[in-house]
């Protein structure tokens, strides 16, 4: 079992920065690729960002590239996700997500956090 715990989002103005981190703790061994999902009020949860979790390609949506970056502190097992120049329709609810080998998706979630981002 691996366990996901998420915090850092809040309310910020259009343009500001936010820091989500992402607590992995449990079988973390077995955790294969690591990423991050949003989900806003009436619609789909969505794809961010995701990554190996040692390491390797990281795939952004195209609506985050060049604003979003994810990176992750060995020591702690907690991965991050740096969120600039904010937007309005960034608004949404913010899971982390962990995929371990052999697994075909990601089949660990987070609690989710809010983010708000005002205009």
């Known amino acids: 079992q691996v366990q996901l715990v998420e915090s850092g989002g809040g309310l910020v103005q259009a343009g500001g920065s936010l820091r989500l981190s992402c607590a992995a703790s449990?079988?973390?061994?077995?955790?294969?690729?690591m990423g991050w999902f949003r989900q806003a009020p009436g619609k789909e949860r969505e794809f961010v960002v995701g990554?190996?979790?040692?390491?390797?390609?990281?795939n952004y949506a195209d609506s985050v590239k060049g604003r979003f970056t994810i990176s992750r502190d060995n020591a702690k097992n907690t991965m991050y996700l740096q969120m600039n120049s904010l937007k309005p329709e960034d608004t949404a609810v913010y899971y982390c997500?962990?995929?371990?080998?052999?697994?075909?998706?990601?089949?660990?979630w987070g609690q989710g956090t809010q983010v708000t981002v005002s205009s």
């Open positions: 997500a962990a995929r371990v080998f052999g697994a075909k998706d990601y089949d660990y």
């Open positions: 449990g079988r973390t061994f077995s955790l294969y690729t």
């Open positions: 990554r190996g979790w040692s390491g390797g390609v990281t």
